[in-house]
């Protein structure tokens, strides 16, 4: 297989250089190497250690300012009663307000929310939007609920974290798991349950709402746009342009479904897909469209059966073949997009990879034993604080369309978004040259520099 034509990122430098260990130990965290929080956390003292941001700052940045648990009853159809778990962590608000999705998975973990609401941190700095970092979530598997019971659930969260989220202070907004719905029914408790003074105001406290209740167009597209606004952006510039590419997807959700649609609105030819029903493959291309049309029916890309022609699913000729887990992560192609759940890629994984480009949709993919592989391969990673942040542009659009009372058309969205992203993949990319490093620390190395400006101007209270 023909490898990106750029250095391996393994021979610079400043590559996974820096030991976090004394952080650390100075905060007595432990060292557990497949702890996902720590994992993260290590990444970004990486690489505020190469860009020698202060002490201080590193130790603020290595723990989150608040971290909520809240446990909750809520009474089930059959007219039991269960207890929920959920999470509301706030990692930093030095850039604005705590913005970040609220998850609903049976295995959401404080430690896995702490990581995801520091990723927070990071994105909206690199994007430059006025946001810090927070996340939320909640154990419970919403697949198992009813319509009735999501709703409760959702109401009895929001009721437990309403006194300290709010429309400037703290912005949930759609994860894994969660959806435009869950996102009114949000909206719809907190203005009921906030104080008189801000009920007018209220419906802000969450983005990814329905267009009808205040949500922004081009939202629900947003991630996955934003990612193929980046590879557009680099991609070329490597020698590979966007018309023939050939791309697989793990996760054919939100994020994978529209890069497999927009990916292949530009001419690429997606080649391979997989989610948690199966996986599939098409040697001419997958209509990206149709297999989320069948998605959307089904639950899953599994039965997208060559040439089954069915009622509003698949026609003769544009489907693809059922493959194994092993046979599509091994698919030859030019990109690889991550875009399903945490940690997927391990290094037994990474190791059967066979692509250029890897460019994360999913939120923290790649175990450090799986990038590790990728870079001793010569995988270009275009890191998830950069190709994921498409959707918390778009929720920060939402927001000050909210504000001011406006409604943007899809052109004006799609524009400052490609703007956001287009920037972003820039300022990635100058780090990676002025510091020598792989893209995944230049891009933790752009987002913490604006960090520590804007520390150094406000100072440290009192
Ligand atoms: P989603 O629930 O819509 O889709 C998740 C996909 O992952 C589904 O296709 C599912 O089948 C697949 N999947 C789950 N378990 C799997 C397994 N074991 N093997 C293969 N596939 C599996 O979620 P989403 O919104 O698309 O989010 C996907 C990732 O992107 C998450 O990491 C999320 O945090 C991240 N992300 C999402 C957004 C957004 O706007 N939706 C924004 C930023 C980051």
């Given at each position: 297989?023909?490898?990106a034509?750029?250095?391996a990122?393994?021979?610079?430098?400043?590559?996974?250089?820096?030991?976090?260990?004394?952080?650390?130990?100075?905060?007595?965290?432990?060292?557990d190497?497949?702890?996902?929080?720590l994992?993260?956390i290590?990444?970004?003292l990486?690489?505020?250690?190469?860009?020698?941001?202060?002490?201080?700052?590193?130790?603020?940045?290595?723990?989150?300012?608040?971290?909520?648990?809240?446990?909750f009853?809520?009474?089930m159809?059959?007219g039991?009663?269960?207890?929920?778990?959920?999470?509301?962590?706030?990692?930093?608000?030095?850039?604005?307000?705590?913005?970040?999705?609220?998850?609903?998975?049976?295995?959401?973990?404080?430690?896995?929310?702490?990581a995801l609401?520091a990723?927070?941190?990071?994105?909206?700095?690199?994007v430059?939007?006025p946001?810090?970092?927070?996340?939320?979530?909640?154990?419970?598997?919403?697949?198992?609920?009813?319509?009735?019971?999501?709703?409760?659930?959702?109401?009895?969260?929001?009721s437990?974290?309403?006194?300290?989220?709010?429309?400037?202070?703290?912005?949930?907004?759609?994860?894994?798991?969660?959806?435009s719905?869950?996102?009114?029914?949000?909206?719809?408790?907190?203005?009921?349950?906030?104080?008189?003074?801000?009920?007018?105001?209220?419906?802000?406290?969450?983005?990814?709402?329905?267009?009808e209740?205040?949500?922004?167009v081009?939202?629900?597209?947003?991630?996955g746009?934003?990612?193929?606004?980046v590879?557009?952006?680099?991609?070329p510039?490597?020698?590979?342009?966007?018309?023939?590419?050939r791309?697989?997807?793990?996760?054919y959700?939100?994020?994978?479904?529209?890069?497999?649609?927009?990916?292949a609105?530009?001419?690429?030819?997606?080649?391979?897909?997989?989610?948690?029903t199966?996986?599939?493959?098409?040697?001419?291309g997958?209509?990206?469209?149709?297999?989320?049309?069948?998605?959307?029916?089904?639950?899953?890309?599994?039965?997208?059966?060559?040439?089954?022609?069915?009622?509003?699913?698949v026609?003769?000729?544009?489907?693809?073949d059922?493959?194994?887990e092993?046979?599509?992560?091994?698919?030859?192609?030019?990109?690889?997009?991550?875009?399903?759940?945490e940690?997927?890629?391990d290094?037994?994984?990474?190791?059967?990879?066979?692509?250029?480009?890897?460019a994360?949709?999913?939120?923290?993919?790649?175990?450090?034993?799986?990038e590790?592989?990728?870079?001793?391969?010569?995988?270009e990673?275009?890191p998830?604080?950069?190709?994921?942040?498409?959707?918390?542009?778009?929720s920060?659009?939402?927001?000050?369309?909210?504000?001011?009372?406006?409604?943007?058309?899809?052109?004006?969205?799609?524009?400052?978004l490609?703007?956001?992203?287009?920037?972003?993949?820039?300022?990635t990319?100058?780090?990676?040259h002025?510091?020598?490093?792989?893209m995944?620390?230049?891009?933790?190395i752009?987002?913490?520099d604006?960090?520590?400006?804007?520390?150094?101007?406000r100072?440290?209270?009192p």
């Amino acid at each position: 297989m023909a490898k990106a034509t750029i250095a391996a990122p393994t021979d610079t430098p400043n590559t996974k250089s820096y030991r976090s260990g004394h952080v650390f130990d100075e905060l007595g965290m432990a060292h557990d190497p497949n702890n996902l929080y720590l994992q993260t956390i290590d990444a970004v003292l990486t690489a505020a250690e190469v860009l020698e941001l202060p002490h201080h700052l590193q130790l603020i940045l290595a723990q989150p300012k608040n971290e909520v648990m809240a446990h909750f009853p809520v009474k089930m159809n059959d007219g039991s009663y269960k207890l929920f778990k959920g999470y509301r962590v706030q990692h930093n608000n030095a850039l604005g307000p705590y913005k970040g999705g609220i998850r609903f998975h049976p295995e959401v973990s404080l430690d896995d929310v702490k990581a995801l609401s520091a990723l927070m941190t990071m994105k909206c700095s690199l994007v430059r939007v006025p946001f810090g970092g927070g996340k939320g979530g909640v154990k419970c598997d919403p697949r198992a609920l009813d319509r009735d019971e999501l709703m409760r659930v959702t109401r009895r969260f929001v009721s437990a974290i309403a006194s300290i989220i709010g429309p400037d202070h703290d912005i949930p907004a759609p994860d894994v798991g969660t959806n435009s719905q869950v996102m009114a029914w949000f909206a719809d408790t907190y203005q009921n349950i906030a104080g008189a003074n801000m009920r007018h105001d209220s419906l802000r406290v969450v983005t990814g709402k329905p267009i009808e209740m205040g949500g922004s167009v081009g939202r629900e597209k947003a991630t996955g746009q934003g990612l193929v606004d980046v590879v557009a952006e680099m991609l070329p510039a490597f020698g590979t342009p966007l018309e023939g590419m050939r791309v697989s997807v793990l996760g054919y959700g939100n994020v994978g479904s529209w890069v497999g649609r927009l990916l292949a609105e530009r001419g690429a030819i997606i080649v391979a897909v997989m989610d948690h029903t199966g996986a599939i493959h098409n040697e001419k291309g997958i209509d990206a469209q149709m297999l989320a049309e069948h998605c959307a029916e089904t639950g899953g890309v599994a039965g997208f059966g060559k040439g089954v022609a069915t009622n509003g699913g698949v026609k003769a000729g544009v489907g693809a073949d059922a493959i194994s887990e092993e046979e599509f992560y091994r698919t030859t192609v030019d990109l690889f997009v991550p875009a399903a759940l945490e940690q997927m890629i391990d290094e037994e994984k990474a190791g059967w990879l066979d692509c250029k480009y890897y460019a994360e949709g999913a939120n923290a993919p790649t175990t450090p034993a799986g990038e590790r592989v990728l870079m001793k391969n010569g995988v270009e990673i275009l890191p998830a604080i950069l190709c994921n942040a498409g959707g918390v542009t778009v929720s920060y659009f939402e927001w000050v369309q909210n504000k001011s009372n406006v409604t943007w058309d899809i052109e004006t969205v799609d524009r400052e978004l490609n703007k956001h992203m287009v920037l972003a993949a820039r300022r990635t990319q100058l780090a990676k040259h002025r510091y020598e490093c792989d893209m995944r620390t230049a891009a933790y190395i752009a987002a913490l520099d604006q960090i520590g400006k804007v520390y150094a101007m406000r100072g440290i209270f009192p």
